[in-house]
């Protein structure tokens, strides 16, 4: 079975600085897709990014974006010029590509502090 | 367009009652799902209905059963509540499988089994 980790329970950062939040994943599977949500006080869940790993490129959108080792099984996600805003808990997950495969697997989540 | 919408947001139970959490979209995705999430945990997948008409079980199905009354509807059903289902618990949808398309969450229900 496929699992996430995410080895950092909580992570702070100065605003206007950058922060990385890590994630690691088990798969044997060649083809997946791997995501971040953000899950703000609101408790709402928004994806951030989202992975196709059969793409070298690693994804961005705006201040987001991920360093994605495919080999390593890792996937981390940089917040660059942080914002209040993105304060909140980020999910990482994982989703098979095989047909059939409609799980989303979750970390446990990382909780992110923005200091003013 | 109002998304994916879950009644109640809160509720109070004791133990060994039943009760049914609705969830709605109106996106008209195929693919709906149930999570619970609880303190330090991500969330786990209860059911997903792949399509109207058809349920599989996720990682934690036991103590819940679901119903995909149509395209739109997708409820989960405790028929006897234990604290050990304590819990916040979404909804989600999306157009097809995760691994293609992104699923979007309801707001949430905060369930208490006391």
């Known amino acids: 079975a496929q699992t996430v980790t995410q080895s950092q329970p909580e992570m702070s950062v100065q605003e206007a600085e950058t922060v990385t939040l890590s994630c690691t994943y088990d798969t044997s599977e060649s083809d997946y897709y791997l995501f971040w949500y953000k899950q703000p006080p609101s408790r709402q869940m928004i994806l951030v990014i989202r992975?196709?790993?059969?793409?070298?490129q690693n994804a961005t959108e705006n201040r987001f974006s991920v360093n994605f080792q495919k080999a390593a099984k890792s996937f981390s996600l940089k917040i660059s010029d942080s914002q209040l805003g993105d304060a909140a808990m980020y999910f990482c997950a994982y989703s098979g590509a095989q047909g059939g495969s409609e799980k989303l697997v979750f970390g446990k989540g990382t909780k992110l502090t923005v200091n003013p | 367009n109002a998304g994916v919408t879950q009644t109640p947001k809160f509720q109070v139970l004791k133990t060994g009652q039943s009760m049914t959490l609705q969830c709605a979209q109106d996106?008209?995705?195929?693919?709906m799902y149930w999570y619970r999430q609880d303190p330090g945990m991500g969330l786990r997948l209860i059911y997903y209905s792949a399509s109207e008409g058809t349920t599989d079980k996720g990682e934690v199905p036991n103590g819940y059963n679901v119903s995909r009354l149509n395209k739109r509807e997708f409820s989960l059903r405790l028929e006897s509540a234990a604290p050990s289902q304590t819990s916040v618990y979404f909804c989600?949808?999306?157009?097809?499988?995760?691994?293609?398309?992104?699923?979007?969450f309801g707001p949430g229900t905060r369930l208490t089994v006391t």
């Open positions: 992975q196709e790993a059969y793409k070298q």
């Open positions: 989600a949808s999306s157009v097809e499988g995760a691994w293609l398309y992104e699923q979007y």
């Open positions: 996106m008209n995705h195929n693919s």
